[in-house]
């Protein structure tokens, strides 16, 4: 019941120093929260949060689906 949406993250532009570098987060990424908020999808998941860093940190996210009940 619990899945991990890698979305990636990068950086917006890869010539520039590394200290300069700064984070660019690509569509998937800055439009999944609004994907899980839909009056569609919010009877299918319970809940959704930004993954730990060993599992991709601020590029993924756990879904936890609710159980499928029975009409």
Same mark, same amino acid.
């Given at each position: 019941?619990?899945?991990?949406?890698?979305?990636? @993250?990068? #950086?917006? *532009?890869?010539? %520039?120093?590394?200290?300069?570098?700064?984070?660019?987060? $690509?569509?998937?990424? !800055?439009?999944?929260?609004?994907?899980?908020?839909? @009056?569609? #999808?919010? *009877?299918?998941? %319970?809940?959704?949060?930004?993954?730990?860093?060993?599992? $991709?940190?601020?590029? !993924?996210?756990?879904?936890?689906?609710?159980?499928?009940?029975?009409?």
């Amino acid at each position: 019941r619990c899945i991990l949406f890698i979305t990636g @993250k990068g #950086n917006k *532009n890869q010539n %520039l120093e590394q200290d300069n570098k700064k984070l660019f987060y $690509g569509k998937i990424r !800055s439009n999944i929260k609004n994907w899980a908020l839909k @009056k569609s #999808n919010q *009877n299918k998941i %319970l809940y959704f949060s930004e993954a730990l860093r060993k599992h $991709g940190g601020p590029g !993924s996210f756990y879904f936890y689906l609710r159980k499928k009940t029975n009409l």
